[in-house]
T-cell receptor, first 111, second 116 residues
């Protein structure tokens, strides 16, 4: 079935570093969503993207809707300890009412 | 404080037990969802309810039985589960089903289920 692949699977970085992660699909998506899941919590929406090439920021987070519409990228600048968690991309499956999620990128930030 | 509350937070059950997970939303939303989150796998959509009517059953085994008595409450009844059903079960709600395009799903903290 349709899958959203995220890379890297996990990252271990030092506080203050910038982070980049991506999400790819074999199919076109018209909406890309990025969520963060804190330990012991449910996912929370960070950024929504609706147009190919769109670049949207939310504080230190910036996400881009890939030109091919088959990928999306999330960058975090100047990471801090509370950035720890799992980051998921997601998108509505074409011609369905289903929102599917990526495999996740687990981020650990060390002081 | 989350607008979506799930109980219990943790549940251990044997394969022959019957138990239920409960979800309550205080956001006035019309759609509610059950997702399954297993280790190293993407969140899997299980069921979708819109205005208390089940609109999606994502090929979930019958040992999982959802119930939506009103727009604020959603249950997942569990019966004769298998060890591979051990996972975090997340409930979510949204204003309506259009949330799959806006991403405005509000998740609970999840119920961690262990099947022995």
């Amino acid at each position: 079935g349709q899958q959203l692949n995220q890379s890297p699977q996990s990252m271990f970085i030092q506080e203050g570093e910038d982070v980049s992660m991506n999400c790819t699909s074999s199919s076109i998506f018209n909406t890309w969503l990025w969520y963060k899941q804190d330990p012991g919590e449910g996912p929370v929406l960070l950024i929504a993207l609706y147009k190919a090439g769109e670049l949207t920021s939310n504080g230190r987070l910036t996400a881009q809707f890939g030109i091919t519409r088959k990928d999306s990228f999330l960058n975090i600048s100047a990471s801090i300890p509370s950035d720890v968690g799992i980051y998921f991309c997601a998108g509505p499956l074409y011609n369905t009412d289903k929102l599917i999620f990526g495999t996740g990128t687990r981020l650990q930030v060390f002081p | 404080e989350t607008g979506v509350t799930q109980t219990p937070r943790h549940l251990v059950m044997g394969m022959t037990n019957k138990k239920s997970l409960k979800c309550e939303q205080h956001l006035g939303h019309n759609a509610m969802y059950w997702y399954k989150q297993s280790a190293k796998k993407p969140l899997e959509l299980m069921f979708v309810y819109s205005l208390e009517e089940r609109v999606e059953n994502n090929s979930v085994p019958s040992r999982f039985s959802p119930e939506c008595p009103n727009s604020s409450h959603l249950f997942l009844h569990l019966h004769t589960l298998q060890p591979e059903d051990s996972a975090l079960y997340l409930c979510a709600s949204s204003q309506d089903r259009g949330a799959i395009y806006t991403g405005e799903l509000f998740f609970g903290e999840g119920s961690r289920l262990t099947v022995l």
